[in-house]
């Protein structure tokens, strides 16, 4: 699986405009419920669907994709509020370090580490979080038709669910679907959207 800047753009183009994923609103939810709003990482922000409505709804955003035209079109969003508080990086999340963050979400894009880089990624992620903190995001299970490609990480959902063990899972959905991707490409899709607190 390539990260190479520019594998993406067709499907930035395809999703432009879509709404935010169900696992950053069941995130912001609890976080509502709690009347906290904070700081955020959007690991593989693309062009902002997520990192959107993190920014209307107060919060600070650093959104990090290897796609520099991802980003920019984030950057230029016609909807983006004003005195938005956005910070964009162009890294692969695989490297970059980011500060201590209320929330880490990342949609549809985590898989995308190859494994042997997960366990330090993931760490990664753990320790960023301030106390109370949640991840949002997806991670693909082994019966997804992508498993075994180069540079991707898949989960059986033990495993997956092992990765919040000492956590507090507030949301774990296993899916299973045969659908077309926002590419026009037939899949088996097989993943878990999971929010939890830390
Ligand atoms: C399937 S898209 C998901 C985009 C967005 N989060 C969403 O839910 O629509 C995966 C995103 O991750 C980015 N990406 C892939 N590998 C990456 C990496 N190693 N570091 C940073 N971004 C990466 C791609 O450029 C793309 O924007």
Redesign the pocket.
């Known amino acids: 699986?390539t990260?190479d800047?520019g594998?993406?753009r067709p499907?930035?183009e395809a999703?432009a405009g879509?709404p935010p994923?169900p696992t950053l609103l069941r995130a912001l939810a609890a976080f509502d419920a709690e009347d906290r709003v904070g700081f955020a990482v959007?690991?593989?922000?693309?062009?902002g669907?997520?990192a959107i409505v993190l920014l209307q709804r107060g919060w600070s955003v650093l959104a990090?994709?290897?796609?520099t035209t991802?980003l920019a079109r984030l950057r230029t969003r016609s909807d983006l509020p004003e005195g938005a508080r956005l910070v964009t990086l162009e890294?692969?999340?695989?490297d970059?370090a980011w500060p201590a963050a209320d929330l880490v979400n990342?949609?549809?894009?985590l898989p995308?580490?190859p494994p042997d880089r997960f366990p330090a990624l993931w760490a990664r992620i753990g320790e960023s979080l301030r106390p109370g903190g949640r991840f949002a995001g997806q991670l693909y299970g082994e019966r997804d038709s992508w498993a075994g490609r180069p540079g991707l990480t898949v989960h059986t959902r033990g495993a997956a669910r092992a990765l919040f063990a000492g956590w507090t899972i507030e949301m774990f959905e296993e899916e299973e679907t045969d659908a077309v991707t926002p590419r026009g490409e037939a899949k088996h899709w097989h993943i878990f959207h999971v929010v939890a607190r830390r």
């Open positions: 699986m990260t800047s594998h993406f499907y930035h999703v879509r994923r959007d690991l593989g922000a693309g062009e669907r997520d990090i994709d290897s796609d991802a890294a692969s999340f695989v970059a990342s949609s549809f894009a995308l580490c």
